[in-house]
Every structure is written in structure tokens, then in C-alpha cells.
């Protein structure tokens, strides 16, 4: 009687064991295994991109999209070394680039393009109207850095107008360089027409033709390395579709 009663308490036991197991919840994960998506973007899709994360969010309930926003050519070396990022956009191929040559990323998509304009004080005290009033000396003028991508295209721009520009200060990002200006601590800049929208009229923006030599192409892509593979993959494909292409253009980015 013992051993018969011993036997029918494991068997009630193997039982309620196999009824757990069936009955538990799976893991909550996210696509590829995770909750967490990285970005590593530049620092003139700060807007768009955050408002990108919004909607990406809200579709894929319990996921957290995370931005690093600063310099292409920053990210891009932190890539290198090892950062841990789900995707990467850049303001300029020449910044992608050092992440494929790596290989870290291949074929990376351009999605928006940008282009130049010269940011001055909403009073604009030193009645900037051109680039070439930026050659006076008495102009305070900022720029980004030229191994950056926004400095880079500056540079452009100014060799497109056989003008020389002796900046008071050189910024690591496109955010930096307008914040001189919204400051008040330089007279002009040259930043992304994107950045004087996204200011807020805080700045005004003046067009200037030689702008059309310096386009900058913004390429995209998910990294080989992703923690997050699948949501990579659908957060590169909402940038490219036709919900991501209006909040990009609606802040001043042109369809590649």
C-alpha cells in the first residue's frame, strides 16, 4: 500500500510538472531575440530620427530605440572599435565607407539628401547676405570641422566659390556649429538647410547657389554585427518607406 501511494504521488507530480511546462508563457523577446534597437545616426537627423523611433516604437510594442546622434565620422570610429550598434546613418558615403571598408556593413542604401545654407542671428547684426560677405574679417564665422561631413561639403561649397573663409571657431557637429550662431557667439555659419528648419526660426537660413555643388548623400544601413538583426532590418525599412520618407522631407530633406 505504501509503495502504491509513493507511486501515484510521483505521478501526480510528473503530471502537475508537464502541466506547468505546457501552460508557462514563452519569454517576451523582441524580433532577433531582443527589446533593444541602436541607432547610431548623425547629428542632423536628431528630429526625424527621433520621431522615426516614436512610430517604431509603437509598433513594436516593449521595444526601446536608442540614438547615439553626434559626428558621422565619430560614429563611424566607434563603430571600428567596437560599439555596439544595430544600424548606422550617415551624413556622407565617405563616413559609410569607413564602416563597409571594415566590414561591418554592406550595401548601404542613401535615403535623403541634404544641402547647405548659411545661418545668421535672427537680427543678423553683420548683415550676412552672401557667402562671400563670410571672407570679411569682421564676419564671425563658425564651421564644422572638415574631416566631418557637414565640413566637409562647407569646404566644398567655398572651393565651388574660389572664396577663402577664416572661421573663429571649427565645431565636431552640425549641431555644435549652430549653436554659435543661435548663441550669438558667431555672426554666420554654414550648417544643413535641415538644422536652421529644425531651430525653429531661432535662426534664419540664406540660400546661396554654390549650396548645389556640396549635396550630401545620406547613405544607411543595418550592421553586420547587430544585437538586434531583425529589428536592424525593420528600422532600415521604415526610414526607407514611404511613412519615414515624409517626416524626413517634411524637415527640409530631399528624396535622393
Known sequence: MVLRRLSLAAALVSVLSLAACGSAPAPASGAGG???????????????????????????????????FGSSATLAQQITQGAPADVFAAASPATMKTVTDAGLASAPTVFVRNTLQIAVPEDNPAKVGSLKDLTDPKVKVALCAEQVPCGAAAAKALDAAGLTVTPVTLEQDVKATLTKVRLGE?????????????????????????????????????????????????????????????????AGFQAP
Not at 541602436?38 to 530605440?65: I, M, W, Y
Not at 535641415?194 to 549635396?215: C, H, L, N, R, Y
Open 34 to 68: 531582443s527589446k533593444a534597437l541602436t541607432v547610431f545616426a548623425a547629428a542632423s537627423l536628431t528630429e526625424t530620427f527621433t520621431e522615426l523611433g516614436r512610430q517604431f516604437e509603437s509598433t513594436h510594442p516593449g521595444t526601446k530605440a536608442t540614438f547615439n
Open 186 to 250: 558667431v555672426d554666420a555659419a554654414l550648417v544643413y538647410r535641415t538644422d536652421v528648419i529644425a531651430s525653429g526660426g531661432k535662426v534664419k537660413g540664406i540660400d546661396f547657389p554654390e549650396a548645389g555643388q556640396a549635396v550630401n548623400d545620406y547613405p544607411i544601413a543595418a550592421l553586420a554585427k547587430a544585437p538586434a538583426p531583425d529589428l536592424a532590418k525593420e528600422f532600415v525599412g521604415l526610414v526607407l518607406s514611404q511613412q519615414g520618407r515624409d517626416v524626413l522631407t517634411k
